[in-house]
């Protein structure tokens, strides 16, 4: 598929909310849950971006709003040292499921802003998104180096644990999410996948 037909596809979803990065992905999809803000369309489109157009009946006009992505994604890089600019190509990166791609981007905001939590926490769940674990963990405990207790980071943790199998990790992971949120609604099935994971094990 190319990727303007890949963005034919989404076009629907891009109009609702143009991206929803990280944290609008949801756990759920990967039998958890970890949810973060939306972003809406004015929201991630550059500050001098002008208004996504629609057509005679109201709709949103897909070839322009292919061509605006497109136009975003180009500035983020004829513009590397923009962090919005990255940001906002990341953003749309990760929508149509290239995860390389927004660490890419993400990359080049980290660059710029090092200490920018945000970044951090979705450099952990693109690496995660793309099967990248060993980057994935690093960038999930450099953002809870600086906020210790989120629980979706704690979470996405556990499940990235789980998922690769790591019986001690992951159960590591759970109890310091269940320390930070006891009621966490992810931990009665985390903790049957890591009983699941210990008894194949044996």
Same mark, same amino acid.
């Given at each position: 598929?190319?990727?303007?037909?890949?963005?034919?596809?989404? =076009?629907?979803?891009?109009?609702?909310?143009?991206?929803?990065?990280?944290?609008?992905?949801?756990?759920?999809?990967?039998?958890?849950?970890?949810?973060?803000?939306?972003?809406?369309?004015? *929201?991630?489109?550059?500050?001098?971006?002008?208004?996504?157009?629609?057509?005679?009946?109201?709709?949103?006009?897909?070839?322009?709003? =292919?061509?605006?992505?497109?136009?975003?994604?180009?500035?983020?890089?004829?513009?590397?040292?923009?962090?919005?600019?990255?940001?906002?190509?990341?953003?749309?990166?990760?929508?149509?499921?290239?995860?390389?791609?927004?660490?890419?981007?993400?990359?080049?905001?980290?660059?710029?802003?090092?200490?920018?939590?945000?970044?951090?926490?979705?450099?952990?769940?693109? #690496?995660?998104?793309?099967?990248?674990?060993? *980057?994935?963990?690093?960038?999930?405990?450099?953002?809870?180096?600086?906020?210790?207790?989120?629980?979706?980071?704690?979470?996405?943790?556990?499940?990235?644990?789980?998922?690769?199998?790591?019986?001690?990790?992951?159960?590591?992971? =759970?109890?310091?999410?269940?320390?930070?949120?006891?009621? #966490?609604?992810?931990?009665?099935?985390?903790?049957?996948?890591?009983?699941?994971?210990?008894?194949? #094990?044996?």
């Amino acid at each position: 598929m190319t990727r303007d037909n890949l963005l034919f596809a989404i =076009i629907g979803v891009l109009f609702g909310f143009i991206v929803g990065f990280i944290f609008a992905s949801t756990m759920s999809q990967r039998n958890a849950a970890t949810v973060a803000p939306g972003i809406s369309a004015s *929201q991630t489109l550059p500050p001098d971006h002008p208004p996504i157009s629609s057509s005679g009946d109201g709709q949103p006009d897909p070839q322009q709003m =292919i061509a605006q992505v497109q136009t975003a994604i180009a500035t983020a890089r004829n513009n590397p040292k923009d962090f919005d600019a990255q940001i906002t190509a990341a953003k749309l990166e990760y929508q149509v499921q290239r995860y390389d791609e927004t660490v890419e981007f993400l990359l080049r905001a980290n660059q710029i802003k090092p200490d920018d939590y945000e970044v951090l926490a979705m450099l952990g769940e693109a #690496n995660m998104e793309g099967g990248h674990y060993d *980057q994935a963990e690093t960038w999930y405990k450099a953002a809870l180096a600086k906020k210790p207790g989120d629980v979706s980071v704690l979470a996405s943790l556990a499940f990235m644990h789980l998922q690769k199998g790591d019986a001690k990790q992951a159960e590591k992971a =759970i109890a310091n999410l269940e320390k930070a949120d006891p009621s #966490n609604q992810d931990l009665p099935q985390f903790r049957d996948k890591l009983a699941s994971i210990k008894s194949s #094990n044996k």
